[in-house]
């Protein structure tokens, strides 16, 4: 198992930078794909970065170029740097991590299934 907290949320006007963290529990690198989701109000939660199991990172459009997801092994923390942050970025932002069953490195969003707490990220026009 792994357990996950975040922290560095807060508020920011547009074109404002925030910082997440990930504290997971244990060693994840080779063995975890770890990733960022986000869920809005109303909305459905939606994948936003993704270290796979080789290290590749993965990001979905409305974030690219703006947003930079990477790992320190040293402290099995993940991280999510935001810049150029829009409105629409606010939502509480989860860490996760997971195994993936194939033989892919990459997991699919099924496969995470070690969440944290989430943190909220609020950016105001």
């Known amino acids: 198992q792994v357990q996950l907290v975040e922290s560095g949320g807060g508020s920011v006007q547009a074109g404002g930078s925030l910082e997440l963290s990930c504290a997971a529990s244990?060693?994840?690198?080779?063995?975890?794909?770890m990733g960022w989701f986000r869920q809005a109000p109303g909305k459905e939660r939606e994948g936003v970065a993704a270290?796979?199991?080789?290290?590749?990172?993965t990001y979905a459009d409305p974030v690219k170029g703006r947003f930079a997801i990477f790992k320190d092994n040293t402290n099995n923390t993940l991280y999510l740097r935001m810049y150029s942050l829009k409105p629409e970025d606010t939502a509480m932002y989860y860490c996760?991590?997971?195994?993936?069953?194939?033989?892919?490195?990459?997991?699919?969003?099924?496969?995470?299934?070690?969440w944290g707490q989430g943190t909220q990220v609020t950016v105001s026009s």
């Open positions: 996760a991590a997971g195994r993936p069953r194939g033989i892919s490195p990459v997991c699919s969003p099924g496969e995470y299934n070690y």
């Open positions: 244990r060693y994840t690198r080779n063995t975890y794909c």
């Open positions: 270290i796979a199991l080789d290290d590749t990172a």
